[in-house]
């Protein structure tokens, strides 16, 4: 009963605490994300804590999930508010290792991927908060991202447009600023630039992977990748004494080309579900394709100019020109160049001179969207709707697991708090009686060193009061000797020496009775030898 009792208490405890616990966990915790797979091509597989099995159009996976996909294969992911869309490319190994956001003022997002094998694709359309995390792991190092296009590989990372913080593994911890057309190779001492080959085969996988996962995006996605590509071309011409406008016009327009067909493909290759919206999206692409080109020539020619150091008069003049250089349409080519606004020049001046921000990424990615977007009408507003009403569900879902999973992990807290306690007990328990056994084994000791050391104080008591009676024995025989002596002389020392003998013997006697008292308690004592 005191055991039960103890038990009981403990585990009422563990109870109250593991309670406490959950609810401080439920108040602070941040609200799980999903991700939600758009489109799968090849063969793709996912495990989980749960299992695994392959991967569905219109899979929901979640923190924790690790994605494979087979050679020839790949897999676009809708992050939603963790960070828009991401490809799991051909042959690739990748786990979501984080995916959570809080709202508290502003959305904070965490969302944390490692590249196991391969490589991926991310484009976050949406720039994140200050507050934000959104990391991409590989074996080369980490990279971390706001509002960026980047494919992150096990040995080379890209960056399209924007930029990325990276970390190498081998890099002692030092920060790198890799900016749009630059990179990571594993073991380069810093970044590197990336190939126009390299830009332009990410820029068609980003805008694949858009239209599969945000089509009502798909236009501006073109706009400013075909900019950031032109821009990097124009850059060069301009340093080399070429004509920057020139340049931008004419990389726009076969760049812009291949994201069209990019785009057209994906839409006549999209899941039933999405088909409507993406084939929409690329239709209005198609027919704003002028409008486009011009824009991102014109901001391209900008971002060039104030790459090489010119003032703002000179990047809106060159916009003008590569405007007009892109299309025979005259008000296109005035509304393309007017888009390249002085505003968005002077800010990109005063990022290329503090440094804190790429130019051509504050160029291009200040300049309006072309009305192509809003081209995208119903049929894409209802797919957002639609969209986003599934990213409701799955936030719900990952809640409603999130909770289940809370309340499994304090039931388990609970079992084991209660198998604690009982352990405790069985401890104790077993203590105790390995102390009362050795208790038992002292005491035993102890007493049978006493009886030896009672024993061989009887025999030695025996032995000395055996020695007094035979000294008393002999005396008195002496006596009884020289008393037999005079009793010849007189009756009266007959008399002395008869009473002496008698007196001899009975102090004989008692000498015999005690020394047989004394041999009899050490017989009883278990000393067996006798007295010589």
Same mark, same amino acid.
Not at 115 to 122: E, L, P, W, Y
Not at 501 to 520: H, L, P, T, Y
């Given at each position: 009963?005191?055991?039960? =009792?103890?038990?009981?208490?403990?585990?009422?405890?563990?109870?109250?605490?593991?309670?406490?616990?959950?609810?401080?966990?439920?108040?602070?915790?941040?609200?799980?994300?999903?991700?939600?797979?758009?489109?799968?091509?090849?063969?793709?597989?996912?495990?989980?804590?749960?299992?695994? =099995?392959?991967?569905?159009?219109?899979?929901?996976?979640?923190?924790? $999930?690790?994605?494979?996909?087979?050679?020839?294969?790949?897999?676009?992911?809708?992050?939603?508010?963790?960070?828009?869309?991401?490809?799991?490319?051909?042959?690739?190994?990748?786990?979501?290792?984080?995916?959570?956001?809080?709202?508290?003022? /502003?959305? &904070?997002?965490?969302?944390?991927?490692?590249?196991?094998?391969?490589?991926?694709?991310?484009?976050?359309?949406?720039? +994140?908060?200050? $507050?934000?995390?959104?990391?991409?792991?590989?074996?080369?190092?980490?990279?971390?991202?706001?509002?960026?296009?980047?494919?992150?590989?096990?040995?080379?990372?890209?960056?399209?447009?924007?930029?990325?913080?990276?970390?190498?593994?081998?890099?002692?911890?030092?920060?790198?600023?890799?900016?749009?057309?630059?990179?990571? *190779?594993?073991?380069?001492? =810093?970044?590197?630039?990336?190939?126009?080959?390299?830009?332009?085969?990410?820029?068609?996988?980003?805008?694949?992977?858009?239209?599969?996962?945000?089509?009502?995006?798909?236009?501006?996605?073109?706009?400013?990748?075909?900019?950031?590509?032109?821009?990097?071309?124009?850059?060069?011409?301009?340093?080399? =004494?070429?004509?920057?406008? $020139? /340049?931008?016009? *004419?990389?726009?327009?076969?760049?812009?080309?291949?994201? &069209?067909?990019?785009?057209?493909?994906?839409?006549?290759?999209?899941?039933?579900?999405?088909?409507?919206?993406?084939?929409?999206?690329?239709?209005? +692409?198609?027919?704003?394709?002028?409008? &486009?080109?011009?824009?991102?020539? %014109?901001?391209?020619?900008?971002?060039?100019?104030?790459?090489?150091?010119?003032?703002?008069?000179?990047?809106? %003049?060159?916009?003008?020109?590569?405007?007009?250089?892109?299309?025979?349409?005259?008000?296109?080519? /005035?509304?393309?160049?007017?888009?390249?606004?002085?505003?968005?020049?002077?800010?990109?001046?005063?990022?290329?001179?503090?440094?804190?921000?790429?130019?051509?990424?504050?160029?291009?990615?200040?300049?309006?969207?072309?009305?192509?977007?809003?081209?995208?009408?119903?049929?894409?507003?209802?797919?957002?709707?639609?969209?986003?009403?599934?990213?409701?569900?799955?936030?719900?879902?990952?809640?409603?697991?999130?909770?289940? *999973?809370?309340?499994?992990?304090?039931?388990?807290?609970?079992? *084991?708090?209660?198998?604690?306690?009982?352990?405790?007990?069985?401890?104790?328990?077993?203590?105790?009686?390995?102390?009362?056994? &050795?208790?038992?084994?002292?005491?035993?000791?102890?007493?049978?060193?006493?009886?030896?050391?009672?024993?061989?104080?009887?025999?030695?008591?025996?032995?000395? %009061?055996?020695?007094?009676?035979?000294?008393?024995?002999?005396?008195?025989?002496?006596?009884?000797? $020289?008393?037999?002596?005079?009793?010849?002389?007189?009756?009266?020392?007959?008399?002395?020496?008869?009473?002496?003998?008698?007196?001899?013997?009975?102090?004989?006697?008692?000498?015999?009775?005690?020394?047989?008292?004394?041999?009899?308690?050490?017989?009883?004592?278990?000393?067996?030898?006798?007295?010589?």
């Amino acid at each position: 009963m005191k055991n039960f =009792g103890r038990t009981s208490i403990f585990s009422a405890g563990a109870l109250l605490l593991a309670a406490a616990w959950l609810f401080t966990a439920t108040a602070q915790a941040a609200s799980p994300g999903a991700a939600q797979v758009k489109k799968v091509v090849g063969t793709a597989t996912y495990t989980d804590a749960k299992g695994g =099995g392959p991967i569905k159009e219109g899979d929901i996976l979640m923190q924790g $999930a690790t994605i494979n996909t087979g050679a020839g294969s790949y897999v676009d992911l809708d992050m939603g508010i963790n960070g828009n869309a991401l490809r799991v490319e051909a042959d690739s190994t990748l786990t979501l290792n984080k995916l959570d956001y809080t709202r508290a003022g /502003e959305t &904070v997002v965490n969302t944390q991927l490692e590249v196991k094998k391969g490589s991926a694709v991310a484009n976050v359309v949406n720039k +994140l908060s200050k $507050a934000s995390k959104y990391e991409i792991k590989t074996p080369a190092g980490v990279a971390g991202i706001r509002g960026t296009v980047l494919r992150a590989g096990t040995t080379r990372v890209v960056c399209l447009i924007g930029r990325i913080s990276f970390v190498p593994v081998a890099g002692g911890g030092v920060q790198l600023v890799i900016n749009g057309g630059a990179g990571f *190779q594993q073991g380069a001492a =810093g970044a590197v630039r990336a190939t126009s080959v390299e830009t332009t085969g990410l820029a068609r996988t980003a805008c694949s992977l858009t239209a599969n996962t945000v089509a009502n995006m798909v236009s501006q996605a073109v706009q400013q990748f075909t900019a950031a590509i032109a821009a990097e071309a124009a850059t060069e011409a301009a340093k080399t =004494g070429g004509n920057a406008s $020139a /340049e931008a016009a *004419q990389v726009a327009k076969a760049v812009l080309a291949q994201l &069209v067909q990019e785009v057209q493909q994906a839409a006549a290759q999209a899941p039933p579900a999405m088909r409507a919206a993406v084939q929409q999206a690329a239709a209005s +692409l198609q027919n704003n394709t002028d409008s &486009v080109g011009a824009t991102a020539a %014109a901001s391209a020619a900008a971002a060039a100019v104030v790459n090489t150091g010119g003032n703002a008069q000179q990047a809106k %003049a060159a916009a003008q020109q590569a405007a007009s250089q892109s299309t025979a349409n005259a008000k296109v080519a /005035e509304a393309a160049a007017n888009r390249v606004t002085t505003t968005a020049i002077n800010r990109a001046i005063q990022a290329a001179q503090g440094g804190s921000v790429n130019s051509t990424e504050a160029l291009v990615q200040s300049v309006t969207p072309t009305s192509a977007n809003s081209v995208v009408t119903t049929t894409v507003n209802s797919q957002a709707a639609a969209d986003r009403a599934a990213a409701d569900r799955a936030a719900a879902a990952a809640a409603a697991a999130a909770a289940a *999973q809370a309340a499994a992990n304090a039931n388990f807290a609970r079992l *084991q708090a209660e198998q604690a306690a009982i352990a405790v007990d069985r401890a104790r328990a077993r203590a105790a009686a390995t102390a009362a056994d &050795v208790s038992a084994n002292n005491a035993k000791k102890n007493a049978d060193d006493a009886a030896v050391v009672a024993a061989t104080l009887a025999q030695m008591q025996a032995a000395a %009061a055996a020695r007094v009676a035979a000294d008393a024995a002999r005396v008195a025989a002496n006596d009884a000797a $020289a008393a037999r002596d005079r009793a010849n002389e007189s009756d009266i020392a007959a008399m002395l020496a008869k009473a002496a003998a008698d007196q001899a013997r009975a102090f004989v006697d008692q000498a015999a009775a005690e020394a047989k008292k004394a041999f009899d308690e050490a017989k009883k004592a278990g000393v067996v030898s006798p007295i010589e």
